[in-house]
């Protein structure tokens, strides 16, 4: 990718403490742009489109809120929506994102079993926004990383 002055900027709002108390990388120690380039390559090869992938997170969010905190089922995947008030902007300065998180895993695991991350997705308003705009999936090891491999098994159903 060409990093632009805006990436740039964004990258040095990407650590702990700074927008988030988490930030955006985990524990992953490649850089930002590493990050992005290489969930590029993963997308490509598992088929994936940045823009569905965004449009259909959307809507499995929107279909969980009507649990109203309770997990419900939508198709072979439990959703459900969390109540966290307040907005996040996002690293690259375009906007402010509800911090609602969302968790979605297969509906015939059991709570117990599952591994966030292995068979959990969590997300927020921004990281549907960060997916879209940025191509940007989070470090590994954030609560928030939107795995590839992950997201091509749940929304191939
Ligand atoms: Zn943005």
Not at 61 to 71: I, R, V
Request: hydrophobic share 40%; proline share 6%.
């Amino acid at each position: 990718m060409k990093v632009k002055p805006s990436d740039k900027e964004a990258f040095s709002r990407m650590g702990p403490g700074i927008l988030t108390a988490q930030g955006f990388l985990g524990i992953d120690v490649r850089p930002t742009e590493e990050i992005i380039v290489e969930d590029e390559a993963a997308f490509a090869r598992l088929g994936l489109d940045f823009e569905q992938v965004a449009d259909e997170l959307d809507r499995l969010a929107e279909e969980g809120a009507k649990g109203l905190g309770e997990p419900i089922k939508v198709g072979h995947l439990l959703v459900q929506s969390g109540d966290a008030r307040g907005m996040l902007p996002c690293p690259w300065n375009d906007g402010l994102f509800h911090k609602t998180a969302v968790s979605i895993r297969p509906a015939d695991l059991p709570f117990e079993a599952c591994v966030e991350g292995e068979d959990m997705l969590v997300y927020s308003e921004l990281s549907i926004h960060l997916l879209k705009a940025h191509h940007f999936c989070q470090g590994r090891g954030s609560p928030f990383r939107l795995e590839p491999e992950l997201i091509a098994e749940f929304l191939e159903k």
